[in-house]
């Protein structure tokens, strides 16, 4: 099992641009999960899915922010425009089943806007 | 709105056994104590789990006081590579939310 992985590994940008950071579960992982991380404030849990469906996305910063499921075996997460204080890791994990909160998280993207 | 209470770091002696405590007063009937580790530069990794008795797995023990008040994760034989940030999290049926957790250092 190659575990839960994401792309870009980097990523750096300019102010403005779209950015589209992606992520595929571990098949069979019914949850998905994607957090960021940010030295001033930590790991956030910034949206969560069910079996594709997004169940609680009030971590979402702002409408600058939107993440899709559109199957079982892929997510993204766009930002769009980007600004700085965007940058950060974004990490995305999955779980067995939901509630369960045994995640296994995948290698993170780290997100540099300029 | 924090749970849980973990000093903020810690040292420890390579092939010594590692004591994380963690305090959480407040932990509700259905709430489960969870224990996370963050090596740098690595997503989070899960390590343990409990409700009220303790629990052992390959990584470690997890020790929970009779009142549910606290916990604590006992890594037997710490090695260089658990240098980490561990996290104590305390949830029900809900996310996980990471605190600051507790800094880890295991010195040669």
């Known amino acids: 099992d190659a575990g839960v992985i994401q792309s870009p590994r980097h990523e750096v940008t300019e102010m403005g641009q779209e950015v589209t950071l992606r992520c595929k579960p571990i098949s069979g992982h019914n949850s998905l999960f994607w957090y960021r991380q940010t030295m001033m404030r930590g790991l956030e849990l910034l949206i969560y899915f069910n079996n594709n469906v997004p169940i609680d996305d009030s971590g979402m910063p702002e409408d600058r922010f939107s993440a899709k499921m559109p199957n079982a075996s892929f997510s993204t997460l766009k930002i769009q425009p980007s600004e700085p204080r965007d940058s950060a890791v974004y990490f995305c994990?999955?779980?067995?089943?939901?509630?369960?909160?045994?995640?296994?998280f995948g290698a993170g993207s780290r997100l540099t806007v300029l | 709105d924090a749970k849980t209470t973990q000093p903020p770091s810690m040292d420890c002696a390579e092939g010594r056994a590692a004591n994380l405590p963690c305090n959480h007063s407040t932990i509700s009937g259905n709430e489960y104590v969870y224990w996370y580790r963050q090596i740098h530069s690595q997503g989070p990794q899960y390590i343990i789990h409990?409700?009220?008795n303790n629990e052992t797995n390959e990584m470690a023990s997890l020790i929970i006081t009779e009142d549910r008040k606290s916990s604590t994760l006992i890594l037997p034989h710490a090695t260089l590579r658990d240098t980490a940030v561990y996290y104590c999290i305390v949830i029900g049926n809900t996310p996980l939310v990471f605190g600051k957790g507790t800094r880890l250092s295991v010195i040669a």
């Open positions: 994990a999955s779980d067995a089943a939901s509630g369960a909160n045994v995640l296994t």
């Open positions: 409990g409700l009220k």
